[in-house]
């Protein structure tokens, strides 16, 4: 992502030309906001539910127990805009609307899943953990 | 983790037998706790930050820009619950007091980085996505 130094003098560099990468440690770095979206309460069963699957809105709501309307078309939002979710609007009586995952989305879903099927194999080492924790305390 | 029937029927099963595996879709699976600790704001960077070290509480909140001292003890406290943190308080003065990531929580940090390490990579990605969209909508 280096520029041409005569080229950097000409013309301020775009937003995304400023990070080479990101740095999460780093309280004003933008990488904080994505993955703020991506670690959201909904947001990692959305990049779940959307992995193998197009997916209407209210499949999305009865898939993911507990999500309200409102959360859910608030997520959906933040990752369409962070360019991991594509919404597909047809034109037809009653509205019909898609989501789906870009490409984009469907590398940073990968990692997601990669998170969450560690979480579910190991829930019992984990409410074991727990238990013994609250053994300790009592 | 199947048990005896007989004995199933000699007491009832332990929390952690109840679950053979998580199911992060369903709204009352305890993995949705566990999900919600591990990805939470600060949640995700104590886990960065433990991941190849032992650090006090004060070299955790230089490292980690931005959290205060209430968010970064609430979310060791949580992390150590799950059995994720190893909290060690030596016995000097002035108190010492180190954290360190168990082998439980090595495993759960290997997916977070994996995640993160992810967004830092590909933030040029992202925000020239972000751009894209806030061009299309302008």
Avoid at 95 to 104: A, I, N
Avoid at 122 to 133: G, K, M, T
Wanted: with cysteine; charged share 25%; glycine share 6%.
């Amino acid at each position: 992502m280096k520029r041409d130094p005569k080229q950097a003098t000409a013309s301020p560099p775009t937003l995304s030309e400023q990070f080479d990468r990101g740095d999460l440690f780093a309280e004003r770095c933008p990488s904080r906001e994505v993955l703020k979206h991506v670690t959201s309460r909904w947001g990692v069963l959305v990049l779940l539910a959307l992995l193998n699957d197009t997916r209407r809105f209210s499949e999305l709501r009865r898939r993911i127990g507990g999500v309200s309307e409102k959360m859910l078309a608030q997520t959906l939002q933040w990752l369409e805009r962070d360019g991991f979710v594509l919404r597909v609007s047809h034109p037809v009586v009653p509205p019909h609307v898609e989501y789906s995952l870009t490409p984009l989305g469907k590398e940073v879903g990968q990692r997601v899943v990669g998170l969450a099927d560690w979480i579910e194999l190991n829930l019992p080492r984990i409410v074991a953990a727990q238990q013994a924790c609250a053994d300790v305390s009592e």
